[in-house]
């Protein structure tokens, strides 16, 4: 996983990963899943986030953070606030609406959970906001020398121009979760979409009108079942020229 940070931009000692830009979103995911054995990850991921969270897209994350342990989720918000209070953007803290602390607390990292003596030090040492969460860790500090900038992030990761054209909203969110999260070529309708994106079916329908304009299509060759419209994942992602 080292290997796809240092293709988005951190500075590991590994070579960046090759072939596709990396699905953002579930790198997160897999970090929250790892950061108790890797202080270090934990770190460079909260400052990664602090200095580009504007190519994160919310509305996703949030939804596949729903499939994150408790633990995993907790972690997951501690590491996006502690990136908010770095500098990183306050509506990433939407990604994490559905996340909860962990009860009971005790140390984010598997060292201080090896003996109640090592667990009080991490207790004493944490910050607030892992306290909040119930994973004590201290405030990480911003690694700004373990980052690369954007001009070099974009130049790797060439699709990643339209996550930061778009900040990071719906849009965003409805092109990923077309490209990556739907096996096969179809949506079955605007409210199975609107489903995966977790959102509102006028939401969606904004973001789609929006796209639209951007010169995203969306027409499928057949209607569904009932007259519905579905949605062509390949049509879209050629449009987009992501495939």
Same mark, same amino acid.
């Given at each position: 996983?080292?290997?796809?940070?240092?293709?988005?931009?951190?500075?590991?000692?590994?070579?960046?990963?090759?072939?596709?830009?990396?699905?953002?979103?579930?790198?997160?995911?897999? /970090?929250?899943?790892?950061?108790?054995?890797?202080?270090?990850?934990?770190?460079?991921?909260?400052?990664?986030?602090?200095?580009?969270? /504007?190519?994160?897209?919310?509305?996703?994350?949030?939804?596949?953070?729903?499939?994150? /342990?408790?633990?995993?989720?907790?972690?997951?918000?501690?590491?996006?606030?502690?990136?908010?209070?770095?500098?990183?953007?306050?509506?990433?803290?939407?990604?994490?609406?559905?996340?909860?602390?962990?009860?009971?607390?005790?140390?984010?990292?598997?060292?201080?959970?090896?003996?109640?003596?090592?667990?009080?030090?991490?207790?004493?040492?944490?910050?607030?906001?892992?306290?909040?969460?119930?994973?004590?860790?201290?405030?990480?500090?911003?690694?700004?020398?373990?980052?690369?900038?954007?001009?070099?992030?974009?130049?790797?990761?060439?699709?990643?121009?339209?996550?930061?054209?778009?900040?990071?909203?719906?849009?965003?969110?409805?092109?990923?979760?077309?490209?990556?999260?739907?096996?096969?070529?179809?949506?079955?309708?605007?409210?199975?979409?609107?489903?995966?994106?977790?959102? /509102?079916?006028?939401?969606?329908?904004?973001?789609?009108?929006?796209?639209?304009?951007?010169?995203?299509?969306?027409?499928?060759?057949?209607?569904?079942?009932?007259?519905?419209?579905?949605?062509?994942?390949?049509?879209?992602?050629?449009?987009?020229?992501?495939?």
């Amino acid at each position: 996983m080292k290997r796809l940070w240092a293709r988005v931009g951190a500075s590991f000692n590994v070579s960046p990963e090759p072939g596709p830009d990396p699905d953002l979103e579930r790198l997160l995911l897999q /970090t929250a899943r790892l950061v108790p054995g890797d202080p270090r990850l934990y770190v460079v991921a909260v400052s990664w986030l602090a200095v580009h969270s /504007t190519y994160v897209a919310r509305k996703r994350l949030r939804v596949l953070a729903r499939t994150l /342990t408790p633990d995993e989720r907790g972690a997951l918000g501690l590491i996006v606030d502690e990136a908010i209070r770095l500098g990183a953007r306050k509506d990433l803290r939407q990604a994490t609406s559905d996340c909860e602390p962990v009860s009971p607390p005790r140390p984010l990292f598997d060292l201080y959970r090896s003996s109640p003596q090592l667990a009080g030090i991490a207790e004493r040492q944490a910050s607030p906001i892992s306290r909040g969460w119930g994973l004590w860790a201290p405030a990480p500090e911003l690694k700004q020398d373990a980052l690369r900038p954007p001009h070099w992030i974009l130049a790797t990761n060439p699709s990643y121009l339209w996550r930061a054209v778009r900040q990071g909203d719906l849009r965003e969110s409805v092109l990923q979760t077309l490209q990556r999260d739907v096996p096969g070529d179809w949506c079955g309708s605007e409210s199975a979409l609107a489903k995966l994106c977790g959102v /509102t079916r006028p939401a969606l329908r904004k973001a789609l009108r929006a796209l639209e304009l951007e010169g995203c299509r969306f027409e499928a060759p057949e209607r569904g079942p009932r007259g519905s419209k579905q949605l062509s994942l390949r049509q879209l992602a050629h449009d987009l020229d992501l495939v």
